[in-house]
């Protein structure tokens, strides 16, 4: 059944048509057909070499508009951070005994902040962390030793952007019952610094497609020139 409303959906997007980031949105819309409140994923593919390390382009970004949940946040610390951390509201608070907890298989969080004195224990997390996108890293703000900084920014819907092995870039802009507007907002700001982030040694077209689309639906090619990309 789900692959006939699929195909239905599919037959309303134009082939080939480049649309506007507003006219997409309310094509999405118009053709969702799931029953649950879809995540709406930005996908950008560009034109770097990801193999090479000074064309790898990462970043993170504090949403407008949020993901449309409060994410559950575990925060690896030792002494005074903790307190921090607490009151910072987060979920899930610990030291080494935190880490031993997730080497047994705890993961009941979707993101994990250490400060740097705790990295010699969390490093041992690096094959349950990593895989799943969750390892603490300086450069994404979620190894610091302000915990509570970093909570807040997390809980108001920091993202992280990374470009795959193929050179393309997937990241959420919203839930797909977000007003249109809330949905454009953050995805101009996640275009603004995926190119603010172009790497010096790119050569050629550096934005090459730009496509927005719903967990369930077809995607919807947009018009990357327009969009500032």
């Known amino acids: 059944m789900s692959g ?75 002494g005074d951070k903790q307190r921090e951390a607490q009151e910072a509201g987060a979920d899930e608070v610990g030291g080494d005994d935190l880490v031993e907890k997730i080497k047994g298989g705890y993961i009941n969080f979707d993101a994990v902040i250490a400060t740097p004195d705790m990295m010699k224990s ?40 990374r470009v795959d092995k193929t050179g393309v870039i997937h990241v959420p802009v919203g839930k797909i019952s977000f007003d249109g507007d809330k949905i454009a907002e953050n995805a101009r700001m996640l275009v603004d610094a995926v190119v603010k982030a172009k790497p010096s040694t790119a050569k050629g077209k550096y934005v090459k497609k730009v496509n927005i689309a719903t967990t369930m639906s077809p995607g919807v090619l947009l018009d990357a020139a327009a969009l500032g990309a």
């Open 122 to 161: 969390v490093g041992t997390l690096g094959k349950i962390l990593g895989p799943r996108g969750l390892m603490p890293n300086p450069k994404t703000g979620t190894v610091t030793m302000d915990v509570a900084t970093a909570i807040r920014e997390t809980k108001a819907g920091k993202v992280e952007f």
């Open 4 to 78: 006939k409303k699929y195909a239905a959906a599919l037959s309303q997007v134009e082939k080939g048509r480049l649309y506007s980031l507003a006219d997409a949105i309310n094509l999405l819309k118009k053709i969702k057909f799931a029953k649950f409140d879809e995540t709406v994923e930005l996908t950008m593919v560009l034109g770097v070499d990801p193999r090479k390390a000074d064309q790898l382009v990462r970043g993170t970004i504090v949403l407008p508009h949020g993901l449309g949940k409060s994410k559950r946040i575990a925060v690896i610390a030792a």
